[in-house]
């Protein structure tokens, strides 16, 4: 079994930075893929940014130039995302996300619980 906790959402002003952290545990094998997801209750759950499985990062054209992904340089399996220049379109429900192969060669999409971002204008 593998879990995702993410942490570090709130309650913000336009204009401001947070920093959500990522962490997957458990019987992880190998980690094909990791990034943040974002969901509003008007829209459906959107790519935000994430890691592809040759390590290549892919992130919406909304949040280019002020969101960035990063890596954990001594955790493969821990990941961040950098918010600034927040917006209030920006408010959402963010989800972690990983592909992972777990000690039994199966490879499923693990999810975290969300963490809320609000940003007020």
């Known amino acids: 079994q593998v879990q995702l906790v993410e942490s570090g959402g709130g309650l913000v002003r336009n204009g401001d930075s947070l920093r959500l952290t990522c962490v997957a545990s458990?019987?992880?094998?190998?980690?094909?893929?990791m990034g943040w997801y974002r969901q509003t209750p008007e829209k459906p759950p959107e790519l935000v940014a994430a890691?592809?499985?040759?390590?290549?990062?892919?992130s919406a054209n909304s949040v280019e130039g002020r969101f960035t992904i990063a890596r954990d340089n001594s955790n493969y399996n821990k990941i961040y995302l950098q918010m600034n220049h927040l917006k209030p379109e920006d408010t959402a429900v963010y989800y972690c996300?990983?592909?992972?192969?777990?000690?039994?060669?199966?490879?499923?999409?693990?999810w975290g619980e969300g963490t809320l971002v609000a940003v007020s204008s």
């Open positions: 996300s990983a592909r992972i192969t777990d000690s039994t060669h199966h490879t499923v999409d693990y």
């Open positions: 458990g019987s992880i094998f190998r980690n094909n893929a």
């Open positions: 890691y592809t499985s040759d390590g290549s990062t892919n």
